[in-house]
Antibody
């Protein structure tokens, strides 16, 4: 199971920080990546990035300069940091386990999602 | 970029196909997600045509050339949802724009 947590409201120009708690699975299992996806209200899905424990992290090129994904010291959580947010970053943010193998890729399971609103 | 029809309507009991087109899809695996209102996406097809455990047999997937297709046979009212395709392009994930399926 995955569960997102973090503030529901962030001020413009500030940093959005979210955490995904992983249970029943191990972030250190290098068979899987751990990813973040977001969805503006009423719109489609946008991939943010995916991390492999002890390995590479892939980022959406359009967000790479503002985005950081990391594993917490507890190794039971992984986190997202998005800097200099604007209203366009208002979305439901999901974390998910991400399988990448060759040309194969899919997210399963997903967390329940958390709505983050960027507003003053 | 992956292109999906924005919306489709199907009658209960009928078969519906949702398409997903994109460059070089024939060289990649495509997966599909179902998202009902207020819920997280759920994986219904991976590796073009494989069903995860717990997904009904009426869901199937296929690919021909650069077009992947999700087919729902004997569509039920509970299948009304948004459907998204997704592929991996070497270093980044691409989602289709989503198809809103109405069962009416």
């Amino acid at each position: 199971q995955l569960q997102e947590s973090g503030p529901g409201l962030v001020r413009p120009s500030e940093t959005l920080s979210l955490t995904c708690s992983v249970s029943g699975d191990s972030i250190t299992d290098t068979s899987y990546y751990w990813g973040w996806i977001r969805q503006p209200p009423g719109k489609g899905l946008e991939w943010l990035g995916s991390l492999l424990y002890g390995g590479i992290t892939y980022y959406n090129p359009s967000l790479r300069s503002r985005l950081s994904i990391s594993v917490d010291a507890s190794r039971t959580h992984f986190s997202l940091r998005l800097t200099s947010v604007t209203a366009a970053d208002t979305s439901i943010y999901y974390c998910a386990r991400h399988k990448i193998f060759g040309v194969d890729s899919y997210f399963d399971p997903w967390g329940q999602g958390t709505l983050v609103t960027v507003s003053s | 970029e992956l292109t999906q029809p924005p919306s489709l309507t199907v009658s209960p009991g009928q078969t519906v196909s949702v398409t997903c087109s994109g460059d070089e899809l024939e060289n990649k695996f495509v997966c599909w997600y179902q998202q009902k209102p207020g819920q997280s996406p759920v994986l219904v097809i991976y590796q073009d045509s494989e069903r995860p455990s717990g997904i009904p047999e009426r869901f199937s997937g296929s690919i021909s050339g650069n077009t992947a297709t999700l087919t729902i046979s004997g569509t039920q009212a509970v299948d009304e949802a948004d459907y998204y395709c997704q592929a991996w392009h070497s270093t980044f994930v691409v989602f289709g724009g989503g198809t809103k399926l109405t069962v009416l």
